[in-house]
């Protein structure tokens, strides 16, 4: 396949009635659970692979805890390379079977994504490969910022804030590029974590990046224990408020989503979703933090496949709900 291809879709923005009648303003979805690969990731790192295939790489090697990994394999598969994906221990099986039906070779190392990633860094010195970074990329963040433009050309207003999570920060490096690029600078940013995976919010604490001694939260694919450098920045240039909720609230998302829309997302991607159901807006407003009345909000359902209806079931025990 010419890797001119696009391997990402459009995804749909659509406007909930049921999350904007809990919100009681509007809510817009942004699906990208629609893309292949199952989540957001497949933009930034598509646009990574396709760059590293330009410059003759012929092996992608990937350090995930999961959905990265299917992006770089799926991506490899479609522009006719290797791949291999390094995953910690915390990576169910499931997964790591997905990622081998997309023609990957995986490999487990380490407890969590760090461990992996040095495990990954040493495969790709080999010769023809890449290591594709699941989130500390320009490029990834380029690919990702193609989202916001979509939203911007399918939403009838322009938002008053948009919801995002953190994992290492990609994805909110990526969103406030997109909110530049159509020159949404004002439009402020809720980036939310899980508590135990929360590196992005320990750093604007401590007003220095912080590592975390480990990841206790059940939202495994936000677990970086530091954030980008970049992500770090842009909370002093861009309008970003950094919320930590607890597990139990993004669990409590996934399953009320589920009732709401039929889509099962995996805890990280819940997060997000908790920004509507677990009312951050006016604990914000209370807090004097977002400024004015909004009437309109996009969440980045960013997907993700660490989830089964059976493992959200035992989530439900697990948090009592
Ligand atoms: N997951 C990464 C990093 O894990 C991975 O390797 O797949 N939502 C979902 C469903 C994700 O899979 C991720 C990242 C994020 C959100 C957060 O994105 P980030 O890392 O760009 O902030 C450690």
Redesign the pocket.
């Known amino acids: 396949m010419s890797d001119q291809k696009q391997l990402y879709v459009r995804t749909p923005l659509i406007e909930s009635t049921p999350l904007s009648k809990h919100a009681s303003f509007k809510v817009y979805l942004k699906l990208e659970n629609t893309q292949p690969a199952g989540?957001?990731?497949i933009r930034?790192i598509s646009n990574l692979c396709k760059k590293a295939i330009q410059k003759g790489c012929r092996h992608i090697v990937?350090?995930?805890?999961?959905?990265?990994?299917?992006?770089a394999a799926y991506a490899a598969r479609q522009l006719g390379v290797k791949a291999t994906v390094v995953i910690p221990e915390s990576t169910p099986e499931f997964v790591a079977q997905k990622l081998r039906d997309e023609n990957a070779t995986v490999e487990y190392h380490g407890r969590v994504?760090d461990e992996a990633n040095r495990r990954a860094l040493e495969i790709a010195s080999q010769p023809d490969a890449t290591i594709i970074h699941?989130?500390d990329n320009p490029d990834?963040w380029e690919g990702?910022a193609s989202m916001i433009e979509e939203i911007a050309d399918d939403i009838p207003l322009k938002p008053d804030v948009v919801f995002t999570?953190?994992?290492?920060?990609?994805?909110?490096?990526?969103v406030i590029q997109g909110l530049k690029r159509v020159r949404w600078n004002d439009v402020p940013v809720i980036a939310i974590e899980t508590v135990g995976a929360d590196c992005f919010n320990a750093a604007v604490n401590k007003g220095k990046l912080v590592t975390l001694p480990d990841i206790t939260s059940v939202a495994?694919?936000?677990?970086?224990l530091t954030?980008c450098q970049q992500?770090f920045d842009y909370h002093s240039e861009h309008e970003i408020h950094s919320v930590v909720v607890p597990d139990k609230d993004a669990v409590e998302a996934c399953l009320r989503f589920t009732d709401d829309h039929r889509i099962l997302?995996?805890p990280?991607?819940g997060a997000a979703l908790a920004g509507i159901y677990s009312d951050i807006v006016p604990k914000l407003q209370q807090q004097s933090k977002l400024r004015g009345a909004i009437q309109s909000a996009v969440v980045i359902v960013?997907?993700?496949c660490?989830i089964t209806f059976e493992h959200l079931n035992k989530y439900k025990q697990q948090f009592g709900l």
């Open positions: 989540s957001f990731k930034g990937s350090s995930s805890g999961g959905n990265a990994g299917l992006a994504w699941p989130f990834i990702h999570v953190v994992g290492g920060g990609g994805l909110l490096c990526g495994k694919s936000l677990g970086a954030v992500a997302v995996e990280a991607c960013c997907g993700g660490s």
